[in-house]
């Protein structure tokens, strides 16, 4: 943007010409407003408690109103690498398993259960 000082030179306290915005920023890509969206909005991402049957543990992650412009669409099953870009932080072995389509923006998530977790009907010896 070319500034000009208050008496018509270079630097200085500076103003705009006119028809420019003195505060205006160059535009960000697409791909740096994401970084940008996502940084901002991470805290804002919502994870629920887990809930589980006999073989699976569950989970449901609720994103921000800033980040679903970021979503696929139409709307899919994302791998782990889509979901973590996203911002959405979980340990490892959880598989973004279906896609509510009235409610694209909460993320269903699901894991096998450790050995140690799956219930058995009868006992080891």
Do not use: C
């Not at 699901?110 to 977790?117: H, I, N």
């Amino acid at each position: 943007m070319a500034m000009k000082n208050d008496k018509g030179g270079e630097g200085g306290k500076e103003r705009a010409l006119p028809g420019e915005k003195p505060d205006a920023r160059p535009k960000l890509t697409y791909e740096e407003q994401r970084i940008v969206d996502i940084s901002n909005y991470a805290g804002d991402i919502y994870y629920s408690e887990r809930y589980n049957d006999d073989d699976f543990e569950y989970r449901h992650v609720s994103m921000p109103e800033g980040l679903r412009r970021y979503l696929p669409n139409p709307p899919r099953i994302m791998e782990e690498i889509e979901w973590r870009s996203l911002g959405v932080q979980q340990s490892a072995g959880w598989e973004h398993y279906m896609v509510h389509v009235p409610e694209p923006h909460v993320l269903l998530f699901k894991r096998v259960k450790s050995a140690s977790q799956i219930k058995y009907p009868f006992r080891l010896r």
